[in-house]
């Protein structure tokens, strides 16, 4: 039975998550491009960098996923994991990729990344532009935490990345 550490990042943040548990447990963490056979006996660990409510990769590499005989499911995005709502909104997300059979099969954590708006590409500037106009023209009493932060950081770069937090994955595993 062997431990796959798969990654799914476009700006490096997931990429560290995945880089750091490989480094605490030993093997190699691997773009999802580059995922291998996985057996029926294996345990697979797919950080996926959440964009738009979906995971990097997680679609392209779902049937192999399939196989395994565990999978954590680990998103790494801007959204806090201490607050339910969020939780709940991208366990949504998530189960959408995944379906419902897979979904109730799995492990999920949920990890706080960053962004970096010089960084971003066309596509995700865009989007940020779009949430941004959006939330500018809520009433400020209609605002939750989660928009006045974004709010307030939007065109910054903002690093919420806890390597220490895969304690959480390493617990899982053992």
């Given amino acids: 039975m062997g431990i796959h550490i798969i990654y799914g990042s476009h700006y490096g943040t997931t990429e560290r998550y995945a880089k750091e ?9 691997v773009d999802y491009r580059d995922m291998r056979k996985i057996s029926s006996q294996d345990t697979v660990v797919y950080f996926g960098g959440l964009y738009a409510g979906g995971l990097v990769g997680l679609k392209k590499n779902l049937p192999e996923l399939k196989t395994a005989a565990k999978l954590i499911v680990v998103t790494v995005g801007l959204a806090d994991p201490n607050q339910q709502e969020n939780v709940q909104h ?3 997300s998530v189960t959408k990729q995944l379906g419902e059979e897979l979904s109730a099969k799995t492990t999920f954590v949920h990890l706080r990344g960053g962004i970096d708006y010089e960084r971003l590409n066309i596509l995700h500037r865009t989007m940020m532009r779009m949430l941004y106009s959006q939330l500018r023209k809520k ?3 209609q605002l939750g935490s989660e928009e006045r ?3 307030a950081t939007y065109g ?6 806890d390597l220490s937090s895969v304690e959480k994955i390493e617990a899982l595993l053992q």
């Fill in 21 to 29: 548990l490989s480094r605490r447990i030993g093997g190699a963490a």
């Fill in 90 to 92: 991208i366990r949504t």
């Fill in 139 to 141: 009433p400020s009493e």
């Fill in 149 to 151: 932060e974004l709010i």
């Fill in 156 to 161: 910054k770069k903002v690093d919420f990345t």
